[in-house]
């Protein structure tokens, strides 16, 4: 019973978002942006929805979902840890701070999500801070010129905030 | 709030000026994305703190009611200033000092020595790392010195989020001669005597394109600014977007006048959040201002301009695919021709420019498109910014007329090449990455090629987006071209099979190079699929693709070569390759390493010198993880 209710509140958080853009298609990116935003990843059910509500096949709408980085159709930790491997972060050796937190956090390529829903650790192609390499960026935090060091006290630190152990 | 239907740009400058007369300092704070990384927010707020602390007035609104009899001070924040690896930057005015790596325990004695008294606090000053020479501001840091900062000119003095301080330098003055003044030909016209060509890449002649569009007769047409910058390694266009939105928007409002558009996006790449809620600013306070919107400068035209985030694809910096993208589809490239000029978004006549292009444009109207070609090449006219990265001594943006050569932008603006601990070296330098993963290599034989457009297509590169990695001679170049090569097989769409299927190839055949397992046939088929993808692919992305690769393999052939036949990288960085040996001065037999090796590749007795079975070694490393002498070398 709490479970559909809590679903019934959910669809009525994107059909909000869905009357922002006048349900228009053009605006599907930006929807799903939204919607992300407000979930941290793009449930199935809720591309179904966003489908049928911009009246669209949802192939189209898993389509555009799945053709940019940034849309994610698993749930991400509560900490998203993007290390920039742009070239000047690449030649200055970010993806030894890759090492680094995997080897923290217990991750890897595949499993790149901590169990605890804490953090996700990834990649991406370049944050444009390079003269600041190597650059990782913490959900909207940038921070510049971090060897492993300072990373692994970056992760105590998120950690002791969140009153775990991780 | 100012509204230009009752108040000319000319009395709003007025009033500024009026409202800053009773300043008697002026600090800057650097607050572009690479500064507040590195806590210029929270020197901000330590500034602010202390002036009034120390019983000062403190103002960072402009527009707040004051007491004009007293001395004020203000506090500011601008956009990028370029220095960023100096960061967090702090300038004061009238005194000219450039502070940096100012932390908030600094503001104290800044705010007493510099702002209180005229002195200067030493310590916070420049120091060259070669000369040990201390400088004082930009007049006199080499960086800034020998750079031609036009474009980016004030971005990094101008408050990006005040629209009244832009008017005051100037601003908008060209859109409303455009407007009110000139014809759309006109406009074209100046634009292509001008000779500015497309700051973005390819350099096309950006008058050319307008006109293609403008002589479309049709009552819908768009303006796009693309702020897609994508190309690991640059950030031009952020810095412009975050630092000086304004000028942007104004050169949209130019384009939009020459061609006979009513309306225009910014295409802002998601990874910028601050230049995205900067333009968005940017647009509202136009909007309100009545500069933007309906009737502007009171000619009865309209322009609407819209910002689009973009969700995380390299593929959208090509014009077709940005277009999809803007449409809300997958952001695939369609083939040219149509060009969008004729059939662009939703189909109707479209111009796509980058953001250093548009930012060019206002102060090409400014100053007469004679003005522009006073600085750079016959072909290619003005100046132009780069990200200057990588193994140099000073990291940041900079801006140098076309035609400035290598050697000046590296040895003397960059402070020389670094190795890989930091420190400046004179027999460092390898090679410049230039351009991308669209570009390629310039080695020690072209550092004295004055760069321009035509030059560098000529060795095998491009301008492309100016994104400059200098690289030291630790770098492997076959791993810098895998490493573009993953990139661009990363991003590849997926849309036509050469780029697809042929960069996969492509970079399984330098993972062979590099894990030692290619043969001499290998360079042959790497160099032939690399032209294959060249000729057959569909847009920019595919075309230049293999341009890193077969730009190293041209000049560094010889290191592939040794990757292939000796089985030796030479900078030692292929793990798959390496050497693993004991040294038998610093091992002492501690059996550390035997015990540890999961293979069992380690023999020797207790005190005893230690040996690696190479045929068994499968290079793990834990070896040399778990030595206490450093015994174990070739990692």
Known sequence: ?166 | MIDVATKTLEMVTEDYKKSIESITKKVIICAGTGCIASGALEVFEAFKTEIESQGLDVIIDLHKEKDHNKEHFHLSESGCQGFCAMGPLVNIYPDKVLYVKVTPTDVKEIVETTLMNHDVVERLLYKNPTTGDINRNHEEIPFYKRQKRVVLGECGYVDPEDIEEYISHGGYLAARKAYAEMTDVEVCQTILASGLRGRGGGGFPTGKKWEFARIENNEKKYVICNGDEGDPGAFMDRSLMEGNPHRVLEGMMIAAKGIGADEAYVYVRLEYPLAVKRMKLAIEDAMEAGILGENIFGTGKTLHIHVMEGAGAFVCGEETALMSSIEGKRGMPSPKPPFPAKCGLYGKPTIINNVETLAAVPLILRNGSDWFRENGTATSAGTKTFALTGHVANTGLIEVPFGTTLREIVYNIGGGVTDDAGNVTGEGFKAVQIGGPSGGCLTEAELDLPLDYDNLIKVGAMVGSGGLVVMNKQTCMVQIARFFMEFTQNESCGKCVPCREGTKQMLSMLDSVIDGSANQRTLDLLQETGEVIKMASLCGLGKTAPSPVLSTMEKFRGEYESHIINKVCPTSNCKALAVITIDAELCIGCTACARKCPVHAISGEKKQLHTIDPLICTKCGICASVCKFNAVIGF
Do not use: W
Request: with cysteine; glycine share 6%; net charge negative.
């Open chain 1, 1 to 166: 019973m709490q479970e559909a209710e809590l679903k019934t509140r959910q669809f009525e958080k994107v059909l909000a978002i869905i009357e922002e853009h006048q349900s228009q298609r053009s605006r599907l990116i930006t929807i799903l942006q939204q919607v992300q935003h407000e979930y941290r990843y793009l449930p199935q059910e809720v591309l179904t929805y966003i489908a049928t509500a911009l009246d669209m096949p949802v192939a189209e709408v898993y389509g555009v979902a799945t053709f940019y980085a940034h849309f994610t159709l698993n749930p991400k930790g509560k900490y998203v840890i993007k290390v920039c491997n742009g070239t000047a972060c690449h030649v200055k050796g970010s993806m030894k701070l890759v090492d680094v937190l995997f080897d923290k956090l217990k991750l890897n390529e595949q499993k790149n999500t901590t169990d605890d829903m804490l953090f996700t650790v990834e990649t991406v192609s370049c944050l444009g801070a390079c003269g600041l390499a190597p650059v990782m960026v913490i959900n909207e935090s940038v921070y510049g010129q971090v060897d492993g060091k300072k990373a692994g006290e970056i992760i105590d630190e998120i950690v002791a905030k969140e009153g775990g152990v991780s």
